[in-house]
Nanobody, 126 residues
């Protein structure tokens, strides 16, 4: 079965850090294009960062999190990560990882991705 399972969300104080994990099964993250998205209450889902296949090697990150969030992949563990530092209250949202196992996605648009995780809540608050 092709799926993504996320973990690592939680409550953190402003300025703190979290690392979200996204474990893949049924396909290899090495060949896949990966995206992290988030959705805050009452808002549309927005892209955070995208990673192309290992052979392509491109990364995109939106300006609002650039320098604070880092997307990465561990091919041996078949897992993708989102390292989040200097968290702000406005980062509060449900975070989703998504994958295009074919590796062809690159516009960082949600419709490009076929497989989605269940989402993990991140709350940044005192």
């Amino acid at each position: 079965e092709v799926q993504l399972v996320e973990s690592g969300g939680g409550l953190v104080q402003p300025g703190g850090s979290l690392r979200l994990s996204c474990a893949a099964s049924g396909f290899t993250v090495d060949d896949a294009a990966i995206g992290w998205f988030r959705q805050a209450p009452g808002q549309e889902r927005e892209v955070i960062s995208c990673l192309s296949s290992t052979t392509d090697g491109r990364t995109k990150t939106v300006d609002s999190v650039k320098g604070r969030f880092t997307i990465s992949r561990d091919n041996a563990k078949n897992t993708v990560y989102l390292e989040m530092n200097s968290l702000k209250p406005e980062d509060t949202a449900v975070y989703y990882c998504a994958a295009d196992p074919s590796g062809s996605a690159w516009l960082c648009l949600a419709p490009e991705y076929d497989v989605w995780g269940q989402g993990t809540q991140v709350t940044v608050s005192l």
